[in-house]
Structures are given as structure tokens and as C-alpha cells.
């Protein structure tokens, strides 16, 4: 907790011969591309959320040998020196046409859609790809770093807005969306329709649907009967309670459906649905089963720290109030 304090920061910076506020910019810079009450819905660095991403290690030649864990824009593969570097590996990488575009579609395109490593589709994607590889021989080692080309150019492609759409649209038959889906990702892994992939494929398209349906009927607030929550407001909330991670990326409604009532819980307050969104928030998803989060090192002078306990905190505090938002409801609807 110390290392959050502001004196210790200042002192900090002093002994590295910094300039005074450089951490404080120097997370200005990374802060995530998200959506939030702040800017009307919009997509951008909001300073009020100041949302970062999750640490991930730091390439060792980068870091002069000491294991290193950084917040900022990128992945897994260090461009300058050509290292891929993931939790206790670090080596060089020697035939890395592909992990470079993947590199560069991470810190660049997918950056400015606010994905990264940690914002959960990148875990639904390793899952996709792998699936998509249940019938060739079993490679335990270096998955991770097999799958990164194959995972980012899979997420280039659902990441954008009218694929994301086209994915989760009711007025679309949930067959093709489904057969849509596995021909992205065989297209993108070089794999083959296995079983496995049909059904996750179908789960996937089923959560991101049903979350579609909830983003498009949502009461404004609980005790709302008419006025539903803005689109984007919607979608946001949607997409947290279903954990649909390429929901968040839909930008319009597309055309509606005639599909049985059925009733959805109102939007809780625009803060609360602001915090949800945080790198992390998918972790638990259903598809995570082997999905490699990196293990933590030694953290760098305590921001990394300080960003978990922040974000964990602002997660917490969301969930509670919104118990409380619902208890209140209920009492006066009784
Ligand atoms: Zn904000
Ligand atoms: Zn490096």
C-alpha cells in the first residue's frame, strides 16, 4: 500500500532521476480505450475511469535481465528484439513473420477497439482457436506462442463492429451465426471443424444473442416500465452479465426481431455500469479453461500494484452498490 502513496511515488522518481509526475503520465498514456457515462457512451481514454490494463511481463533484453511486468500498449512478442516473452519464458523467436503482424495489430488496431490481452476476447478466441485444433497432434509445448498469430488475426476480424453484429443480431438465424463463427475461425487458425468447435461455437453465439435481446429490452432502471437504458449503456451491461465479449464491440442495434417476452433487469446507475468493463472482467467466463494467464514477477516500483488493488476495488464497490441499488427496489416494490 505504501507504494501507492504520493510521497513515496515523488521519492521515487526523485532517486530515478525523473521529472516529477512522470508515473502519472506515464499511465496517461496507457490509459484503455472504453466506453462510459463520461463521454456519453463514447469510445475513449476516459481520465475519471483511468482504467489500465493488467500487467504482463516485460521482454528481458528490454529490461536489461530484471524480470519486469509492464501495463502499457502491446503483447507478448517484443518487436524491437524479436523475443517472445510470457510469463517464465523469454527467447528468441525465430521465425516471427507472424507473431510481428499479430504485434502490430495488438498495440495498434485492436489498441484503439480497447482490446488487449486481459479484456476477454482474447481468451474466447484462444479457446475458438484451439478448438479448432482437436484433430491435429497434440502439442503441449509453447501453445501460447503456436496460437498468438492465429488468436490476434481471429480478433482483428470479430472485433469489428458489423462482425460483431452480424454475430449477436436477432433478426439473423442463430444456425448461420453459428456456421459464420467456425468458418472465421478455421479460416483464421488453419484448423478444421471438430466437435469441440461446433459446440462452443454454438455456446458462444447462444450467450451473445440472449445478451442482445437483455442490451435491446433494458428497463432504464429497475424500476422503469417504459424508458429503456441508452443503446451503448445497454450493451455494456449486457455484455457483463453474459460475459459476451464482442457484444461491447456492437455499435448499432441492427434489425429487431419479433421473439417472446420475457423480462430483463433494469440498468443500474451509470457509474456502476462504467466500472464493469475492466481488464479482467471475463476472467471467469465459461469457455477459460486453459486459457495461459501469465504468473506474476516482480512488479516495477509498485504501479502495477497499486493498478490491481484499484481496479479490484472499483469491481467490488460496483457490485455492491448495485446489491443495494436492488434491495432498495424490491422494498419498494413490495
Ligand atoms: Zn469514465
Ligand atoms: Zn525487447
Not at 17 to 45: A, E, K, M, T, V
Not at 132 to 160: C, D, F, K, M, N
Not at 305 to 318: G, P, T
Amino acid at each position: 500500500m505504501i507504494a501507492t502513496h504520493p510521497r513515496f511515488i515523488s521519492m521515487t522518481e526523485a532517486l530515478g532521476g525523473l521529472n516529477p509526475g512522470h508515473f502519472i503520465r506515464d499511465r496517461s498514456r496507457f490509459r484503455l480505450y472504453r466506453r462510459c457515462h463520461h463521454s456519453g457512451w463514447n469510445l475513449q481514454r476516459c481520465v475519471k475511469c483511468d482504467v489500465v490494463d493488467r500487467a504482463r511481463t516485460a521482454c528481458l533484453v528490454c529490461s536489461d535481465g530484471k524480470p519486469t511486468e509492464v501495463f502499457g500498449r502491446g503483447g507478448r512478442f517484443c518487436v524491437r528484439h524479436r523475443r517472445w516473452h510470457d510469463g517464465s519464458e523469454d527467447e528468441i523467436v525465430a521465425d516471427f513473420d507472424g507473431h510481428l503482424r499479430a504485434e502490430q495489430a495488438l498495440s495498434g488496431l485492436l489498441w484503439s477497439r480497447g482490446v488487449t490481452l486481459h479484456t476477454g476476447e482474447f481468451g474466447l478466441a484462444t479457446r475458438l482457436i484451439l478448438d479448432s485444433w482437436q484433430e491435429q497432434p497434440a502439442a503441449e509445448q509453447h501453445i501460447a506462442r503456436r496460437t498468438y498469430g492465429p488468436v490476434v488475426e481471429l480478433l482483428v476480424t470479430l472485433t469489428y463492429p458489423d462482425v460483431a453484429l452480424t454475430m449477436a443480431a436477432l433478426a439473423e438465424s442463430h444456425r448461420r451465426q453459428v456456421e459464420g463463427l467456425i468458418g472465421l475461425v478455421v479460416g483464421a487458425g488453419k484448423g478444421s471443424r471438430t466437435r469441440e468447435l461446433e459446440d462452443t461455437a454454438n455456446r458462444v453465439i447462444r450467450v451473445h444473442r440472449a445478451a442482445m435481446y437483455e442490451a435491446l429490452r433494458m428497463p432504464n432502471s429497475n424500476g422503469a416500465t417504459i424508458t429503456t437504458a441508452p443503446f451503448e449503456k445497454g450493451i455494456a451491461e449486457a455484455s457483463y452479465r453474459a460475459k459476451a465479449v464482442f457484444l461491447r464491440h456492437v455499435t448499432r442495434s441492427g434489425r429487431r426481431d419479433e421473439l417472446e417476452e420475457r423480462v430483463v433487469r433494469g440498468a443500474p446507475a451509470s457509474r456502476v455500469v462504467s466500472r464493469r468493463l475492466v481488464p479482467g472482467w471475463a476472467d471467469d467466463a465459461p469457455w477459460n479453461t486453459t486459457a495461459g494467464g501469465s504468473t506474476s514477477t516482480a512488479t516495477q516500483i509498485g504501479r502495477v500494484a497499486r493498478d490491481q488493488i484499484h481496479q479490484a476495488d472499483a469491481e467490488h464497490l460496483s457490485e455492491s452498490q448495485e446489491r443495494a441499488q436492488r434491495g432498495v427496489s424490491r422494498v419498494s416494490g413490495a
